[in-house]
Nanobody
Framework: QVQLVEFGGGLVQPGGSLRLSCTASGIISFIYEMGWYRQAPGKQRELVASITRGGSTEYADSVKGRFTISRDNADNTVYLQMDSLRPEETAVYYC???????????????WGQGTQVTVSS
């Protein structure tokens, strides 16, 4: 059984920062890719950022230059540093892990429970 536990959501003012973390625990010895999605009310879930075991990263165009994804392979933890947050980025943020490289349309292996991020004054 693998569990992903997320921390770091909350309420922040526009222009502020938050740091999310997600730790994978259980019977999992190798993680290829980790990342974050978000889902705002009434909208589809969208990929925010991803990072491979080797450190290659990808970001949604809307967050480039403001968000930074990183990971600690020893602790199976992924982080998302979010700066200059905007109200439209209010959403539930979900982490995921993939044990191996997957085809583009395949589902991710494991998901976190989600953490609420609210950007409001």
């Amino acid at each position: 059984q693998v569990q992903l536990v997320e921390f770091g959501g909350g309420l922040v003012q526009p222009g502020g920062s938050l740091r999310l973390s997600c730790t994978a625990s259980g019977i999992i010895s190798f993680i290829y890719e980790m990342g974050w999605y978000r889902q705002a009310p009434g909208k589809q879930r969208e990929l925010v950022a991803s990072i491979t075991r080797g450190g290659s990263t990808e970001y949604a165009d809307s967050v480039k230059g403001r968000f930074t994804i990183s990971r600690d392979n020893a602790d199976n933890t992924v982080y998302l540093q979010m700066d200059s947050l905007r109200p439209e980025e209010t959403a539930v943020y979900y982490c995921y892990v993939d044990r191996f490289p997957r085809p583009a349309r395949a589902a991710h292996d494991y998901w976190g429970q989600g953490t609420q991020v609210t950007v409001s004054s």
